[in-house]
Nanobody
């Protein structure tokens, strides 16, 4: 069983940056791909980024490509989402999730509780 805790959210002005962290415990973290999702107010959850278990492969949605980067440090059991050039439309609750088949099949078994990101204009 893997437990995930997100942190790093907050309020930032448009054009600013934030780095989200997803810290894992309770499992062999290096076995799992990790994805980031977000849910904006009144909208469906969107899949925005993912990284393979080794960190060698990654995915970024078109909406964040060129502004967000995803990385991981398996020694620290942590995945990061660096968010630059933030826009008001990036305002959402951000969730991380882990799954052995996460990046390859989009199947995630474990979820964090989410962290709020608010971008003011």
């Amino acid at each position: 069983q893997v437990q995930l805790v997100e942190s790093g959210g907050g309020l930032v002005q448009a054009g600013g940056s934030l780095r989200l962290s997803c810290a894992a415990s309770g499992g062999t973290f290096s076995n799992y791909a990790v994805g980031w999702f977000r849910r904006a107010p009144g909208k469906e959850r969107k899949y925005i980024a993912a990284i393979s278990s080794s960190g060698g492969n990654s995915y970024l949605a078109d909406s964040v490509e060129g502004r967000f980067t995803i990385s991981r440090d398996n020694a620290k059991n942590t995945v990061y989402l660096q968010m630059n050039s933030l826009k008001p439309e990036d305002t959402a609750i951000y969730y991380c999730a882990a799954g052995i088949r996460g990046l390859s099949q989009g199947i995630y078994d474990y979820w964090g509780q989410g962290t709020q990101v608010t971008v003011s204009s």
